[in-house]
C-alpha cells in the first residue's frame, strides 16, 4: 500500500481536528493567514474554512501545507486523527494529542503577549 493510498483511507474514515491544527501549526509558524494564502496561491477564505473545521482539505492541499510548513503531510495529520475505538491505546493516543495541543496553544498565546 503506497503512501497516497494510506493517507486516503485515512481521510475516507473521517478526521477531526485538523482545522485546529492547521491553525496552530501556521501561528508556530509566525505566518499570518493572508500570507500563507498568497504563498500557496489558495484563497484566504478557504483557508479560514478549514482552519475552522467548515471545510476539510484534500490531500493535495495537505501535501502544499506540509511542504510550505517543512514537515511531512503524517506530521499534521497526527494532530487530526479520528480515534473510533475506546482501547486504552487510543484513549493515550487522544490524551496527548489534547495536550499538544493545549501546549501549542499556550505557545500560541505567549506570541501575542
Known amino acids: 500500500m503506497t503512501y497516497l493510498t494510506r493517507v486516503s483511507v485515512f481521510f475516507h474514515k473521517g478526521v477531526e481536528m485538523i482545522g485546529e491544527a492547521l491553525r496552530l501549526i501556521r501561528v508556530l509558524n509566525d505566518k499570518k493567514l493572508i500570507d500563507v494564502s498568497n504563498d500557496l496561491n489558495i484563497s484566504s477564505g478557504y483557508l479560514s474554512e478549514l482552519e475552522k473545521d467548515k471545510k476539510k482539505p484534500s490531500l493535495d492541499t495537505i501535501e502544499k501545507l506540509a511542504s510550505y510548513y517543512e514537515c511531512k503531510p503524517s506530521a499534521i495529520l497526527l494532530f487530526s486523527e ?32
Not at 491505546?89 to 498565546?109: G, P, R
Open 82 to 113: 479520528k480515534l473510533e475505538d475506546d482501547s486504552l491505546k487510543s484513549k493515550i493516543k487522544t490524551s496527548i494529542q489534547k495536550k499538544l495541543l493545549a501546549f501549542m496553544d499556550i505557545v500560541e498565546q505567549g506570541k501575542n503577549v
